[in-house]
């Protein structure tokens, strides 16, 4: 089930590292666009190349899906209307990726019927990478060989380390993690990379309160985190849905373990009402 899919989306990521990695080693000359959210976020000719590999490769694999990616305009109406929808982030990470720290993504999601059921993640710099199908079981690739991956049982927060955001930290990061007492942080930067970190049980947690993340943020990485144990859903608790127009994350994210999932979102309710952070309801069309 999904091979195909599995393994065009793996080689199409591969295909746009080696593209990004070629930029990577240039001078790197970042642009400001403005996203879905009518924010400026940077854009760089790497994002833009691999974005364009990539939709044509699944757009000639697959020609009866819809396909949305980061760099390219939105179709809603066509989008809501293929029971599957491809989602693509060519550079997760793309400030880290113009700092050349390392910490970027090439992430590729597939849903069907508004549920995640595949995801690919590559980390071009660091020669790793995650994939997962839905009830296949979640995988990290190194030097070729594949390894299940499987998310800490860890109950305890005392025992327990966060991942937060190296370039986008939020002001109640802090807040949270001396009011759960955590063990302690890891800055990194990409979704992806962090979700990561939590599948390969370096990290127990990732809470992302900013409404700044979109659906090609989360899809892929999605898959990899829940196939993986874990478990994702916005900070309120509820599940993420990938069928409606607005495309924004805009009660933000939680990612964890899966073990202490419903308990985290008990213990962040008094922070986000301190802060004034309410759900906001989307739209489903």
Not at 23 to 38: P, S
Not at 92 to 114: M, N, S, Y
Not at 181 to 204: H, N, P, T, Y
Request: with cysteine; proline share 4%; net charge negative.
């Amino acid at each position: 089930m999904l091979e195909k899919e599995l393994e065009t989306a793996i080689a199409l990521a591969q295909q746009a590292s080696k593209t990004i990695l070629e930029f990577y080693a240039l001078e790197i000359i970042a642009e400001e666009k403005v996203g879905v959210d009518n924010l400026y976020e940077p854009v760089t000719i790497a994002d833009t190349t691999a974005s364009r590999m990539i939709v044509d490769g699944l757009a000639d694999h697959f020609p009866g899906d819809a396909i949305l990616s980061e760099e390219e305009p939105d179709d809603p109406k066509k989008r809501l209307s293929s029971s599957r929808v491809w989602f693509i982030d060519p550079i997760d990470g793309t400030a880290g990726f113009v700092k050349k720290d390392g910490d970027f993504a090439v992430q590729i999601g597939l849903a069907e019927r508004g549920e995640p059921v595949l995801g690919v993640v590559l980390l071009p710099f660091h020669d790793v990478l995650y994939h997962a199908v839905k009830g296949r079981g979640a995988f990290s690739r190194s030097d070729g060989a594949d390894t299940q991956l499987h998310t800490s049982k860890r109950t305890d927060y005392r025992e327990m380390h966060i991942a937060t955001s190296r370039n986008h930290r939020s002001k109640i990061t802090s807040q949270i993690r001396s009011d759960f007492g955590l063990a302690g942080e890891v800055q990194r930067g990409s979704v992806g990379l962090k979700i990561g970190l939590i599948s390969e049980q370096v990290c127990d947690l990732y809470i992302h309160p900013s409404p700044r993340t979109k659906f090609w943020d989360t899809c892929g990485p999605q898959v990899i985190l829940e196939e993986a144990g874990g478990k994702l859903t916005d900070v309120f608790g509820y599940p993420i849905r990938y069928d409606t127009a607005d495309v924004q994350n805009h009660n933000g994210l939680l990612a964890s373990n899966g073990v202490v999932h419903d308990r985290t979102v008990r213990r962040l309710r008094p922070i986000l009402n301190e802060v004034g952070r309410h759900r906001v309801l989307a739209k489903a069309s």
